[in-house]
């Protein structure tokens, strides 16, 4: 399974931007989605998940500007970021947990490659 990741740029504090993640390859199936983001000097964290189902998680820091959304059939992802704040500004990663068969007892996890979210003040 291969992630590839798009949308990321430079904006201006206030504005927005969609990122989107297409999962491709021998796909199966595929459980929770999302989004994580890494900072310079900082830990990766999670920003937003969602489930197959349509079951959302957002990090508080993110909750209200940021909405998480899938696309099953397609196998994509995508996160609209509105009213950016400097302080999103990071390397975004997408991820996909997928069940490696049909027994639905194995999740693997992938990532994708990043891509770069500068917010400027």
């Known amino acids: 399974v291969q992630l590839q990741a798009s949308g990321g740029g430079l904006v201006q504090a206030g504005g927005s931007l969609r990122l989107s993640c297409a999962a491709s390859?021998?796909?199966?199936?595929?459980?929770?989605m999302g989004w994580y983001r890494q900072a310079p000097g900082k830990q990766r964290e999670l920003v937003a998940a969602?489930?197959?189902?349509?079951?959302?998680n957002y990090a508080d820091s993110v909750k209200g500007r940021f909405t998480i959304s899938r696309d099953n059939a397609k196998n994509t992802v995508y996160l609209q970021m509105d009213s950016l704040k400097p302080e999103d500004t990071a390397v975004y990663y997408c991820?996909?947990?997928?069940?490696?068969?049909?027994?639905?007892?194995?999740?693997?996890?992938?990532w994708g490659q990043g891509t770069q979210v500068t917010v400027s003040s």
């Open positions: 390859g021998s796909i199966f199936s595929i459980n929770a």
């Open positions: 969602i489930t197959s189902g349509g079951s959302t």
């Open positions: 991820n996909a947990e997928h069940y490696r068969d049909s027994d639905y007892e194995v999740l693997d996890d992938y």
